[in-house]
């Protein structure tokens, strides 16, 4: 059949384009679910253990209405290059501002492979919760600010989960106000989810380290009000600072932590741990924390922290120029993430077969919540209706989305040093990692004539950014009037 010129014209423009090499491919990386009481990636289902740390350079105070941990792509090239290094999968940011721009940073991490844990409060006005009188706090104002995070970083594939909040019960007068605050948020939380976001980002809660309130908090915020789990959170981080030095899992206590969190029906993990009494650190826990003695019940953990801050935790040193120096602590720490292989799926579910009591746990329903939680007072009434025209008409921000990246940001213009003083000599460029096939880098203007030209990574996930997509259409009309 032959087309009128002007028609045939069109189809060799569209034919054209649909063989233009895509030079920019979007950030692909395996999102991370819930499965009873394990992560697990959610196209393979193979159980995902956290190898991570905290990361909050300069402290949350460090987060302000200009900039935040994932603002800067020179700063996150930088640290990321040192994630890589460490041997980690997943960070934790304990405050990020949503009406800031973090597209780059986030592709940054899903190309090296790299998940981020988001507490959702900060510590800027408005920003988070009084634990203390959390109905001053617990307002639209608030909530805006949280479901903006929400709906930011739950279009980021590589969002592990959320903290509805880090140590709001942390002693006896906020465990007698704060804990149905917490629950409600995680509420309003899924509620907003539900509505807005198309990926049910996993809601959690970060818990003190305190005795007399992390079990019984574990067990209030996992419960069920009815036959629905819209108010339970999805995991439960323990921050645990108990294993100091040479210790073993009884001397330790880490063998009655399991035993706390045996029979919960959610994930768990170490949202904070590296006790620093000892020093220097030498991260013995890593070992038994991925092992069958705590791999059934615990889902990893994340190193308290990065960064050198006044309490002496850090790992690497920044100075005011933003130069990096590698600390004692980070070799240690990478030399026992060496040393650890992680579980299969086959580990973990043989495991689990044997053991009779975790065998039991109903991993699809949660318990239905009790009448009352030792040391807790859950009776505290919350004004109704506060998230209701927010969950009903969204809130205004922008949402995340995996941007291109070139060469130059997988590299940083800072300096990084080893313990002595020396220049760093690993590799000094952000490595893809490419069983997740997350990026292709060329760029557009050099030609497939290159001898080392590669083609984009494609795969049915790929997202095109929307502006290419428009030039080419805009291009398509000229030239289809253009022939007629």
């Excluded at 329903?365 to 009352?372: A, F, I, M, N, T």
Aim: hydrophobic share 35%.
């Amino acid at each position: 059949m032959i087309l009128p010129s002007g028609i045939s014209s069109v189809w060799a423009a569209a034919a054209f384009l649909t063989f233009i090499p895509m030079s920019y491919v979007s950030a692909l990386i395996d999102p991370i679910e819930v499965d009873g009481k394990q992560f697990v990636y959610s196209s393979t289902k193979e159980p995902f253990y956290i190898r991570g740390v905290d990361y909050q350079p300069g402290d949350s105070s460090d987060v302000n209405y200009e900039h935040d941990p994932l603002t800067d792509a020179n700063v996150c090239a930088r640290d990321i290059l040192l994630f890589q290094d460490l041997g980690i999968n997943t960070i934790r940011i304990y405050s990020v501002n949503p009406d800031l721009n973090h597209d780059k940073c986030m592709s940054m991490l899903a190309t090296a492979g790299m998940y981020l844990i988001l507490d959702v409060n900060s510590p800027l006005p408005n920003q988070h919760l009084n634990r203390y009188e959390p109905w001053t706090s617990y307002n639209p104002v608030y909530l805006e600010h949280v479901f903006k995070v929400v709906a930011q970083f739950s279009h980021y594939n590589n969002t592990l989960g959320f903290f509805a909040g880090n140590e709001v019960v942390n002693d006896r007068r906020s465990a007698q106000y704060s804990p149905t605050y917490i629950k409600a948020l995680v509420g309003d939380m899924k509620a907003y989810q539900e509505e807005h976001c198309e990926r049910k980002v996993p809601i959690g809660y970060s818990a003190a380290d305190d005795l007399n309130y992390r079990v019984p908090l574990a067990s209030y915020l996992e419960c069920s009000e009815d036959s629905t789990n819209d108010m339970s959170v999805d995991f439960y981080g323990v921050n645990s600072y108990q294993w100091c030095g040479k210790q073993t899992m009884q001397t330790s206590g880490y063998d009655k932590l399991v035993d706390a969190y045996r029979t919960y029906s959610k994930p768990v993990f170490l949202s904070e741990f590296g006790c620093n009494r000892v020093l220097p650190r030498t991260f013995e826990e890593i070992s038994p924390l991925y092992s069958g003695d705590m791999y059934t019940t615990f889902s990893g953990g994340l190193v308290y922290e990065y960064s050198q801050e006044d309490n002496n935790y850090g790992l690497i040193q920044l100075d005011d120029d933003g130069n990096a120096q590698i600390l004692q602590d980070f070799h240690s720490l990478k030399k026992q993430y060496e040393k650890v292989e992680m579980p299969s799926r086959e580990d973990v579910e043989e495991a689990i077969a044997n053991d009779p009591i975790m065998s039991e746990i109903d991993k699809n329903h949660s318990p239905l919540c009790q009448s009352k939680y030792e040391n807790l007072n859950i009776k505290t009434k919350i004004e109704k209706g506060l998230a209701s025209s927010l969950i009903k008409h969204g809130v205004s921000v922008e949402k995340g989305e995996y941007v291109p990246l070139t060469e130059e940001d997988m590299e940083t213009t800072y300096a990084i040093s080893d313990v002595d003083g020396t220049d760093w000599k690993t590799n000094r460029r952000i490595k893809a990692i490419r069983d997740a096939e997350p990026i292709s880098f060329k760029d557009p203007s050099e030609s497939k004539d290159d001898e080392n030209f590669e083609e984009p990574k494609r795969n049915s996930s790929d997202l095109i950014n929307v502006s290419l997509w428009c030039i080419l259409f805009a291009y398509l009309l000229n030239f289809m009037f253009c022939s007629l």
